[in-house]
């Protein structure tokens, strides 16, 4: 079974913090998303990365920013978050992009005050 | 540019009754289609999924959906539904490329099914 895993279930973070994200995957996709999803607007995509060291940008990458250095663990960066950042997190994976189907990690919710 | 639309934000129904989740999308190419869960503080999961051949997929826990091209629909059923399946359910896209952001999933806002005993 595919296993996406991210590093904290919920997470508490001050106004201004750099905040960290951490998803790992263990069946070595090519792919990982990280997702931003709130209530009545679904899932948004931030950022995707098709390869090591390769990333490109979704729909709201503003105020965000990722890091990939390996396969297997794609990072979000919040370089100073705000309030309007409070939100579930979720990160996913693909094997290739032909395969089309995503696996999700459980989530983050983050929650900035 | 793709767009996907779950007709109704919250579905109440009663335990051992029929269910119906709609989603239409609008998309000028062929697509792939996928129906997700997501169970209360968890992420999502593959509920079934279309790519080719049979219009009417089977997933998983009794739910199945039907790929109408005519209509851009792709309804989501179960005959019977359970207390479990209390969730909220995606409805999500691919237009099948895989050049830059082609074959990205894009998703619908969700449904949130709520089943009462």
């Known amino acids: 079974d595919v296993k996406v895993t991210q590093s904290s279930r919920y997470l508490v973070k001050r106004t201004g913090e750099k905040v960290f994200l951490e998803c790992v995957q263990d069946?070595?996709?090519?792919?990982m998303f990280w997702y931003r999803q709130d209530p009545g607007l679904g899932l948004r995509l931030i950022y995707f990365s098709y390869d090591v060291k390769m990333k490109e940008k979704g729909d709201i990458p503003e105020g965000y920013s990722v890091s990939r250095e390996k396969k297997e663990r794609f990072s979000l960066i919040l370089e100073s978050a705000s309030t309007n950042q409070t939100s579930m997190y979720l990160c996913a994976s693909r094997s290739r992009p032909s395969s089309y189907e995503q696996y999700f990690g459980p989530g983050t919710r983050l929650t900035v005050t | 540019a793709q767009s996907v639309t779950q007709l109704d934000s919250q579905v109440p129904v009663f335990e051992e009754a029929p269910v119906e989740l709609r989603c239409n999308y609008s998309s000028s190419v062929s697509v792939y289609l996928f129906w997700y869960v997501q169970y209360p503080n968890q992420g999502l999961q593959l509920l079934l999924k279309y790519l080719s051949g049979s219009t009417l997929v089977k997933g998983i826990n009794g739910f199945e959906a039907e790929f109408n091209k005519s209509q851009t629909s792709f309804h989501l059923r179960k005959p019977s539904v359970h207390i479990s399946d209390t969730a909220e359910y995606f409805c999500a896209v691919s237009d099948g490329g895989y050049g830059g952001s082609q074959g990205n999933l894009i998703f619908g806002k969700g449904t949130k099914l709520s089943v009462k005993p």
């Open positions: 069946m070595d996709h090519e792919n």
